[in-house]
């Protein structure tokens, strides 16, 4: 049943630190009623690395993902699953099976028929709260602040009958308490007690009781608001400010004396979570969704107007539909997009996700022409549309405009016909260079995204667009209409702003033209001068970034290849007490950083690219002062990368720095060929540390008694001084590299070996607990060992082994790897390699995957053979082991799936167990 808790239950535990340091990677993935094998395999991949794919192949999402899995104990949470063929979960659990032992998928079902389809070990049945829970969690909703403070005798005696109408349901109990909550007068919980609404048969309402009732409880122009929503899918996550906008478009919002329509918005969206409608995204903390219970009673009441093409059952559009909404699939065509035209009055047409966008000009060409009543157009992701027709110009009552993420190259001049539109997105369309010139005319325009774009030069005279308050980027030219001073009159911009061009802007006066100091609601700022310009101009740019000074309130700065020689002092200034990110980048001329250990908030400072600075100090930190405030006391991320002529840090103050960076959680130090100086003594909240490409570097590692995550590349280090709490090392050339034996590093799970010149044997004894394994371009290495008197059992923690490019290396340790979690081995191009590890068969239980490759010395396996676990074998380039193949003795590995040989006699590829391999 719906509303039980199942998927609050699953976010407790996905949410849980220790289960979130127990596995790695995790991923939560909302499966919902219309299962696709690709939709859902490419979502748990993107969740796994934490990036977006681009892969159109299920085999190889699935080859992809079980690359990212292997030997990993992750976890995955697959919620809302209907699906109960089992065919189809056996395909999607194939990229799963290469993961560690003791990994861990939870899934959320209504249907029982799930969990036997997917062959689950252990099921948990939810039951309906009990009476004392039910109200506990009422309280916690219905008195906000004080759940144990029940105002009045009263109303707990009504809350409690009421509670008791919910039958134990957590959703309609937290759903009833979030609309009592604004409910101060005894006779108002009365009403809802005795609504007739709770005694309606299950024939004469579909939706919860106390659903209906909070939503016929909400003010009228708010229920507008969460009818419309039912044009979104069950379980499909939106934007707080996507919506609003797409509210705006249809007329749905209106301006006050005292709020605009965004602000009215914002209102109305937060009312919708106060009282439970919208909850916040399980995947995507900056999205929110609607519980599919919820979803039902936004369609219930919407009724016909509106439909959801692919998803809804009804046959067709009607004449009353006035919002459509499509997602689209891999093998969409025109027929699909007939159904629209059954509806002359349509307001709305909303694709959802992504699409091939095979049939987009079919679209417009039989389609679009016929909606000409359309206030909101959405094509977001669609890769090949290129350009919009001409006839766009007719649809006038157009409000909304969304073709981001599309492969558009041009906009069609008509386009500023659209005198009502409000919203335009053309944002990561990197092929769209140009805008239409006539821009202007858009007078009602209010948000323009221009982020990605590749905007050459902006319309002239955009500065009479009055309503503006989004535009995410804009280019200064010295042609008359397109100066700076254009800023100047959009008084009411908000949110991010990028200025690219600024050589073209000559002075102060005409920077401080752009009044950026008066746009108290800009939040973002990037200030930017084109790259290679020469020095003759460095000297006026310091007047010109004085001259764009911004309010207060900012959050966020960057500036990139500023040309001149210092900075103003505003940059870095305390006055500024909300700035948390600043990123400096390209400053080429500047011999010194601004004072930026002042400001109270800032978290994140990223410096790139500063050619003339050979020291960074006191004036880094700022002056103090008096004040007992200790330099970049917020600071989290410290980036500091290409100072080509760097060569000191000086540290603040005297020992212990004085207190600075107490707060810092990353450092990192990239490509500073000639720094040799000290690094901050003590770091104590440090996690993670980077030092790539700093070969001169001779500095001793800060204490820092946090951290659990070092990158070391073209570094002197010294393995003796590593914290001992590090739980992922890479050190990558490294050319005098000793490894000592009396040394255990008992936190360390990762650790990558990498071009380390000078390293003959790595004793395993150092590295008990580690997990995943990697050595690669060491060329002097010759074995691994394990001392005599280590247990057998003590590498238990070990589940993934790979050895690369290694030409020295003859031996594992005398006896066999006890490695008795080993998930996957993988050896290649160690020429020099004549004996895979003695007694595999028995010593690797675990193993699934075993590959070797470029190992042209080894002639057999081992004796007793390859383990029976193994379900992958990849053999390349290893033509004396493949002459012995008749040997190798495969037919009792019964849970063998693949085999691979390339480069012996004859190559072969096999998916199945064979007899006699």
Request: hydrophobic share 40%; net charge neutral.
């Amino acid at each position: 049943m719906g509303g039980m808790g199942k998927t609050t239950l699953a976010q407790l535990v996905y949410n849980d630190k220790t289960v979130q340091k127990h596995f790695h990677p995790v991923a939560w993935v909302c499966v919902s009623e219309d299962f696709d094998m690709f939709k859902v395999t490419k979502t748990i991949l993107e969740a796994v690395t934490s990036s977006t794919s681009d892969i159109k192949d299920l085999n190889r999402l699935q080859l992809q993902l079980k690359e990212k899995l292997m030997g990993k104990k992750f976890l995955i949470i697959l919620d809302d699953v209907w699906n109960t063929k089992y065919t189809d979960w056996e395909i999607l659990s194939n990229p799963f099976k290469s993961g560690a032992q003791g990994s861990r998928i939870i899934v959320t079902t209504r249907d029982v028929d799930v969990a036997s389809a997917m062959c689950a070990f252990e099921i948990h049945h939810l039951k309906e709260l009990q009476d004392e829970d039910c109200w506990k969690l009422f309280a916690r909703h219905a008195f906000l602040h004080d759940a144990n403070s029940y105002m009045h005798l009263e109303f707990e005696d009504l809350g409690r009958q009421i509670v008791q109408k919910c039958k134990g349901l957590p959703l309609a109990i937290k759903t009833i308490g979030a609309l009592l909550r604004s409910k101060v007068d005894v006779s108002e919980w009365c009403k809802v007690l005795n609504s007739e609404i709770w005694s309606l048969s299950n024939q004469e309402i579909q939706i919860l009781p106390a659903l209906r009732l909070s939503y016929k409880h909400l003010p009228s122009y708010i229920k507008r608001c969460f009818a419309y929503c039912s044009i979104f899918p069950k379980d499909y996550p939106f934007k707080k400010d996507q919506l609003v906008l797409l509210w705006m478009a249809e007329g749905l919002l209106h301006e006050t004396e005292n709020q605009t329509m965004e602000e009215i918005g914002d209102d109305c969206f937060d009312t919708l979570v106060s009282r439970s409608l919208f909850q916040k995204s399980s995947e995507d903390e900056f999205s929110f969704q609607m519980h599919d219970l919820i979803n039902d009673l936004a369609k219930f009441v919407s009724g016909e107007f509106t439909f959801r093409l692919e998803v809804d059952s009804s046959p067709r559009i009607v004449n009353k539909t006035r919002h459509v909404s499509y997602v689209p699939t891999p093998y969409e065509n025109i027929q699909q997009f007939k159904a629209p035209q059954e509806a002359m009055q349509l307001r709305t047409f909303l694709a959802l996700e992504s699409s091939p966008s095979y049939t987009i000009q079919s679209f417009f060409r039989d389609v679009l022409p016929k909606l000409g009543r359309l206030r909101v157009l959405s094509l977001s992701h669609y890769w090949r549309l290129y350009e919009l027709p001409e006839s766009i110009g007719k649809i006038t009552q157009l409000r909304y405009l969304d073709i981001s993420n599309s492969g558009i190259k041009r906009l069609p001049e008509s386009l500023c016909k659209l005198y009502n539109l409000q919203t335009l997105k053309l944002s990561h369309s990197p092929d769209l260079e140009t805008l239409p010139r006539d821009m202007q005319k858009l007078v009602n325009l209010r948000h323009l995204d221009l982020t990605g774009t590749a905007i050459m030069e902006m319309p002239i005279h955009m500065g009479k667009l009055k309503c503006l308050q989004t535009l995410t980027k804009f280019v200064v030219s010295k042609r008359t209409g397109c100066s700076i001073r254009e800023l100047g009159k959009l008084a009411n911009l908000r949110g991010a702003l990028s200025i690219s061009d600024l050589e073209n802007v000559e002075s102060f006066t005409d920077a401080e033209g752009a009044y950026l100091r008066n746009k108290m609601d800009l939040k973002e700022l990037a200030l930017n001068w084109k790259e290679g310009l020469n020095t003759e101009i460095s000297e006026s740019q310091r007047d010109v970034l004085n001259g764009l000074q911004p309010h207060r309130n900012l959050k966020s700065l960057t500036i990139n290849y500023y040309m001149g020689g210092c900075f103003p002092n505003w940059v870095g200034d305390h006055s500024f007490p909300y700035v948390t990110s600043i990123h400096l980048e390209n400053c080429k001329y500047c011999c010194s950083l601004p004072a930026l250990g002042q400001l109270p908030s800032l978290q994140n400072l990223s410096i790139v690219g500063f050619d003339v600075i050979v020291a960074v100090g006191e004036e880094f930190y700022g002056s103090t002062g008096s004040s007992s405030i200790k330099p970049f006391g917020a600071l989290k991320v410290l980036k500091f990368e290409q100072m080509l002529n760097w060569e000191k840090w000086i540290s603040f103050g005297a020992e212990n720095e004085g207190g600075a960076f107490h707060s810092l959680e990353e450092l990192y130090i990239r490509k500073c060929s000639k720094l040799t100086g000290d690094l901050p003594i003590h770091l104590p909240s440090l996690g993670i540390l980077q030092i790539i490409d700093c070969p001169k570097m001779l500095a001793s590692l800060p204490r820092a008694p946090a951290i659990c995550q070092l990158k070391l590349i073209n570094y002197a280090v010294d393995m003796g001084g590593l914290p001992s709490t590090l739980k992922t090392l890479e050190i990558n050339n490294c050319k005098k590299l000793g490894l000592p034996t009396n040394l255990y590093y008992s936190c360390l799970e990762v650790v990558y070996l990498i071009n380390c010149g000078s390293l003959r044997s790595i004793p395993m004894d150092i590295f008990l607990n580690v997990k995943d394994l990697r050595i690669r371009s060491c060329t002097d290495l010759e074995s691994l060992t394990v001392a005599e008197q280590v247990h057998q059992h003590d590498l238990v923690a070990l589940s993934s082994l790979r050895i690369s490019e290694c030409p020295n290396f003859v031996s594992f340790p005398r006896g066999g790897l006890h490695a008795t979690n080993l998930g996957i081995l993988e050896i290649s191009y160690c020429e020099s390699l004549r004996s895979l590890p003695e007694k595999m068969h028995m010593l690797l239980p675990s193993l699934t995957e075993f590959s070797i490759e470029g190992c042209k010395n080894i002639e057999t396996f081992p004796e007793g053979g390859l383990p029976s676990s193994l379900n992958e074998i990849n053999i390349w380039n290893c033509e004396k082991l493949v002459e012995s193949r008749m040997g190798w003795s495969l037919q009792n590995h019964a849970s063998l799936r693949n085999l691979m040989i390339r480069g012996g006699p004859e190559d072969t590829t096999r998916n199945r167990a064979f007899p006699g391999a």
